[in-house]
């Protein structure tokens, strides 16, 4: 994960070249709705709308899908059949869980990212290297 204070904590020389493979609110090439989504969190809360606060909030809303697609809250081997064979549409694309072929069982978040890299105090897009090192599982 990122977030402008790790740069500043563990100094902007030692940052950079820091890869980041995770879904960010930062870059170009982000959806307008979460642009939108990223300036409003700064403007009421001003602090940066960082890594952490994204991932929590994408997690909320697709296990929140996870639960009306299981149609329980309470039967937890209904949940987890519907966490290991479902897909879930969210804003950064669709999210599934897999995994199996390399800890034996489904239980990897997988979900559209790109690799990102840190250079002179930006989140720089990588392309296409998650998919170079991550293989199929980056998809």
Same mark, same amino acid.
């Given at each position: 994960?990122? $977030?402008?204070?790790?740069?500043?904590?563990?100094?902007?020389?030692?940052?950079?070249?820091? %890869?980041?493979?995770?879904?960010?609110?930062?870059?170009?090439? %982000?959806?307008?709705? *979460?642009?939108?989504?990223?300036?409003?969190?700064?403007?009421?809360?001003?602090?940066? @709308? =960082?890594?952490?606060? @994204?991932?929590?909030?994408?997690?909320?809303?697709?296990? #929140?899908? $996870? %639960?009306?697609?299981?149609? #329980?809250?309470?039967?937890?081997?209904?949940?987890?059949?519907?966490?290991?064979?479902?897909?879930? &549409? #969210?804003?950064?694309? #669709?999210?599934?869980?897999?995994?199996?072929? %390399? *800890?034996?069982?489904? &239980?990897?978040?997988?979900?559209?990212?790109?690799?990102?890299?840190?250079?002179?105090? =930006?989140?720089?897009?990588? &392309?296409?290297?998650?998919?170079?090192?991550?293989?199929?599982?980056?998809?």
């Amino acid at each position: 994960m990122w $977030a402008t204070a790790y740069g500043e904590s563990v100094g902007w020389e030692n940052a950079q070249g820091h %890869l980041v493979y995770y879904p960010a609110p930062f870059g170009e090439e %982000l959806a307008q709705s *979460i642009k939108e989504m990223v300036a409003d969190y700064q403007q009421r809360f001003s602090v940066e @709308f =960082e890594q952490m606060a @994204f991932y929590s909030v994408t997690q909320l809303y697709f296990l #929140t899908d $996870a %639960l009306k697609k299981a149609g #329980t809250v309470d039967d937890v081997d209904r949940i987890l059949e519907a966490i290991h064979t479902e897909t879930f &549409d #969210t804003w950064i694309g #669709t999210v599934h869980f897999g995994g199996e072929e %390399l *800890i034996g069982i489904n &239980d990897m978040q997988l979900w559209p990212a790109a690799v990102h890299e840190i250079k002179n105090h =930006e989140h720089v897009l990588a &392309d296409e290297l998650a998919v170079e090192v991550y293989g199929e599982f980056a998809k």
